[in-house]
């Protein structure tokens, strides 16, 4: 039963890591695409991030030197993704049940990290096993662990009482929607719950950690703790094929679209691959288009379908 | 009023439209327009356009889409809704927005925090059809269905949508129910972008079924490819309006002004929208008043597509949009001028100095600055001697789109109106964060069948709260009040609600653009060149 356990929780992080380099790729490896930024950008000046301005506020701005601030970039992105600012900013309501759902998200994922530390430095370190960091991390883990399921499910239980009853929400709410909500706070409180009830000698977190980096099988794991983490693995596999896999997306649509305010220099790689693109045959049928499938994006371009139809 | 809609009424055969609106169901407005009895009554749609057309989604009809005949034609039509769908989504028929569009067809979580930024939905009193998120929803589900394999896993988690005739017709229209601001993308928390999608769907239709607005296509970009403008001004037309145009302003600033036309390594090549030469000629006048006084070497092409900033093609159709940017383009390279300047005109911006940007390679790559930048510098320079006082009305300024939330130029204008407008007041919000004129993406001269009273009912509805609200402490006739717009579409729409209104007979708001406020205040021009009379 134990190998169970272990083969579900390394089968849920390899399916999670392959499903994410999947969609990664996916996206990185689309064409650039036209510009399509929205102000403010933050990695302009500081003067103009205030406003909101960019760097066509400067008279032959192509002669002066870009400014891109990495640390105008983190200033906007720290508080978006551990506060969601940006629903407390636009959307005050949702604020409080996204941010704890998300924010004990973060605990646990902390939790998670903690307890891999916990047991698999022992391996290099075995003298760690019984020192005062061990003790400090378990306990450090504990309260986390337990922040974390806490909000987070009292988060889930908030979004799904939103979406059973919000009029607004009615138009996007498919199944799949009530089921991830759900999936989450079984998961979570499976493992919390089992965590908590299970009987005096069974094993914990921190057991089920060292005896899955050390492969001991005389691990012994409650049905319930174990249930919950068999639950919580499938839900960490199943999260990148769905819309919740929008921590990957956003990195896009923030750096690659939003503040994608590169200009195309004469010599460039943007140049190089557009220029490439261009050459792509494209098959729109509207007459006005030329589009033939043999003719390129450069051939539509410097045709004139008025002229054409003059003749 | 019933304010919601569902989503799967979409596909209802009938030709009832999903949604009506009363003046009562809208947005409420300030004094003087505080009650919906003192608003106008909508203009219903004619009878020969409903029996003519597809009009199944609303009040109105902006595209006029032929009834098909028999349902085998409906079937066709279907699947080259179809096909255009599929091709929406490949890189060889749309690189130029496949990654942004995949994102957020993928990734949205129907949160509807851009609900609130949309002024459309704000104004409409929070009708569903209007919600940001209704017609991206649709193409959504479409996608997944139809495109990224479908079955009934995909329908239990994106969800399902009947595709059939009516939903087909309904969702071109609804296209044009959105003036592509892009206010919700900047407040959605993933990223997600429902104006991209309002985009991609115009070009879906127009590029694979030729479907598009009258105005933006036939009598828009297919007239400039034609002529040389939207405007239908040839080269000579446009060159005899200019020297009126100079000779106007001469008699009336008292300089006399030259416009200079073909000038071979001029600095600035300054293309105007060639409507302002038309509608409101003082602006190009100011222009060249402004640009010979600071001793700017500058020049106006005569050739084709030179003398018109206008790209309709950046609101539904990539192909005309290439066409006319690479035009401006070669016309800069071949006079061999040092840049463009973008006159008052907000999607001439965006087109040129943004969207443009990586198609130019090369010598096309002619650097590309906004007027109000090289306007800022003037002004803050000795070059021009000024005198604020006679701007002493209340101003306040419009911020187009295109200008300021999709390309960044916020305070240049600013600082030209703080320094020469005593009386300056901001709306509310402004900068980055305005609402859009209510014309934008095609709107401001769209007005086919009763078009027009839903662009001043609903889509402008935000921005003449925004305007009544900063003018409250003065919003009797005694005091004349200017809208500043320092853009062509902001203009025209502008120009059609006031009058809508009657704002300017009844509480003197009259609206114009920066130059002119320049010029106003320039101590060498004889005083009044804002002449406070309705044009």
Known sequence: MTITFYAAICLGLVIFVIGCVRRTLQYARMPIHLRWEVYPVPHE??????????????????????????????????????????LWEFNRRLWLPSFLFHFGLYLLIGTAVLVAIGGGLPL?????ASGSLWIALAALYKITGYAGAILSVLGALLLLLRRATSQELKNYTKPADFFNLIFFIVAFAAVAVGYVLRPTGSAGIGDVARGLFHFDTNV????????????????????????????????????FVRWDDQPNVRG?????????????????SAAHVGADGKRTWVDIATTNPAQEVRK | MNRYTDLRDMSRANREPLAHLENEDLMPLPVPLE?????????????????????????????TIPQPKTPEEEKQLVAKFLSGLEKLFTKENNWTFLQPLLLTMEHCTGCQTCAEACHIFEASGGNELYRPTFRS???RRLYFKFVNGGGLLSAWQHGDIQLNWPLVARLAELSYRCNLCRRCAQTCPIGCDNGLVGHELRKLFSQE?????????????????????STGMSAEVVKDNIAFIDEDISEKTGIEVHTPWDVEGADVLLIHNAGEIMAWPENPGAFALILQQAGVSWTLSSEACGYDSINYGLWYDDSQFARVALKHAQIAQKLKVKKIVLGECGHAHKALSVIADRLLGGDLNVPRESSLTLLRDIVMSDKIKFDPSRNNFPVTLHDPCNVVRLMGVVEPQREIVRKLCPQFREMEPHGVDNYCCGGGSGFAIMSGNNFQDWRFHVSGRKKLQQILDAFADCIGPETNKYLCAPCSNCKGQFRDMLAYYDLWEQN?????????????ATVDVKPGFIDWEWH
């Open chain 1, 268 to 284: 460039s790689s943007i140049e190089a691959r557009v220029a490439q693109y261009l050459t792509y045959r494209p098959t729109w």
């Open chain 1, 124 to 128: 290099l370190v075995p003298s760690i």
């Open chain 1, 220 to 255: 012994a794991v409650d049905w319930l703790f174990g249930t919950g983490l068999v639950l919580a693995s499938a839900l960490v596999a199943y999260i990148p094929f769905t819309h919740m896999a929008h921590f990957i997306a956003k990195y896009f649509t923030y750096h």
């Open chain 2, 508 to 520: 003197r708001i009259l609206y114009g653009g920066l130059v002119e406020l320049i010029v106003n």
């Open chain 2, 137 to 139: 929803e649709v193409l």
């Open chain 2, 209 to 229: 079924m030729g479907i598009n607005s009258k105005e933006c296509h036939d009598s828009g970009s297919m007239l400039q490819l034609k002529v040389g403008s």
């Open chain 2, 35 to 63: 009650s919906p009895a003192k608003d106008h009554t909508w203009a219903p749609l004619s009878q020969a356009a409903k029996d003519k057309y597809e009009c199944g989604l609303d009040d109105t009809c902006a595209i």
């Open chain 1, 45 to 86: 000046e500081q003067s103009r991030v205030a406003h909101g301005g960019s760097y066509f506020e400067e008279s032959d701005w192509w002669t002066k030197p870009r400014h891109s601030s990495l640390v105008g970039e983190l200033r906007v992105m720290i508080p978006e993704i551990l506060f969601l600012k940006g």
